[in-house]
């Protein structure tokens, strides 16, 4: 037998019972409000398996009998979060809502609404993953501020997993990844590695001191979240919870803006139906009203 074919002879006894699939997608969804379908049963395996060999449990039924039986779940609770919540992101993704912050938001905000003068403009980056989009974001005002004397922004970058906040205040990304940035960009706001062999780029130290990283659950009933907000982006979460989670969220993030704030959602979300202070100022942007 080949070693690929005992591999997968050996993870056929790394799979999850209907019932632990079950214990595991209510505790994560009673802590994070992500819903884990059956469907996502073999990624959950995917992501678990490796940590219940490493801890030496015989199969996924004894780690969960450790987990939900034993008192485990204070020490596995937050890894398995980190396992199981997806961490997708890129620089400038969805380069529309960059370009609607350039030449309209900031503009908007800051001369006329002289908000960054008198105290930093605010820019919340929720569910920041590994850092590309609140980094992308202090890069907009960074640019904003080199043509505008005076102007003081920040970038607040939270996630529910502290593996990826950890990752993401390294600033430290593989070459390829920064290459979404445009050319002058990253000549102004990256730096690349001295050894050539390790292909990575790190985010120009006073960019870096813009953007602080703290963790926030979305499921929790308020944020630790400095107020007031002027720009949020919170894009991609939505897709992952029932309809009610989603508003109760949106309506947190609202709690947070500052009235005539905006708020970016991604490009596939909608909102339409909520009763929520907001007003759409363009493809899923919003006006805090």
């Known amino acids: 037998m080949t070693e690929a074919g005992a591999a997968n002879e050996d993870d056929r006894g790394f799979q999850l019972s209907p019932l632990d699939f079950d214990r595991l997608a209510r505790f994560v969804n009673g802590h994070t409000g992500i819903r884990l379908p059956p469907v996502k049963r073999a990624m959950v395996e995917g992501r678990l398996r490796r940590r219940v060999r490493a801890l030496g449990f015989a199969d996924f039924g004894a780690y969960c009998a450790y987990v939900f039986k034993e008192n485990g779940l204070a020490q596995e609770g937050e890894f398995i979060i980190d396992a199981i919540t997806t961490n997708k992101t890129d620089f400038f993704r969805e380069p529309d809502h960059f370009r609607l912050l350039e030449r309209m938001v900031l503009p908007q905000l800051a001369l006329e609404g002289r908000i960054g003068f008198a105290e930093p403009l605010l820019m919340w980056s929720a569910a920041a993953s590994i850092g590309a989009e609140a980094y992308s974001l202090a890069i907009v005002a960074a640019e904003f501020a080199e043509r ?23 600033a430290i990304f593989p070459d390829e990844m920064v290459e979404a940035v445009p050319l002058p960009l990253r000549q102004r706001y990256t730096m690349r590695s001295r050894d050539r062999s390790q292909a990575e780029t790190r985010i120009v130290p006073e960019l870096r001191r813009q953007v602080c990283f703290a ?21 991609n979460v939505l897709i992952y919870f029932e309809k009610q989670m989603q ?26 139906g909520f009763a929520l202070p907001l007003r759409q100022v363009a493809p899923t942007v919003f006006l805090r009203l």
Request: aromatic share 8%; net charge positive; glycine share 6%.
């Open 215 to 235: 963790r926030q659950n979305l499921n929790d009933p308020v944020y630790a979240v400095p107020r007031p907000v002027h720009v949020t982006f919170c894009r």
């Open 148 to 170: 505008h004397r005076g102007f003081r922004y920040s970038v607040l970058a939270t996630d529910i997993s502290t593996e990826v906040l950890v990752k993401a205040a390294t």
């Open 247 to 272: 508003q109760a969220v949106v309506s947190r993030i609202c709690d947070c803006l500052a009235p005539g704030g905006y708020l970016f959602l991604g490009h596939s979300e909608t909102i339409t």
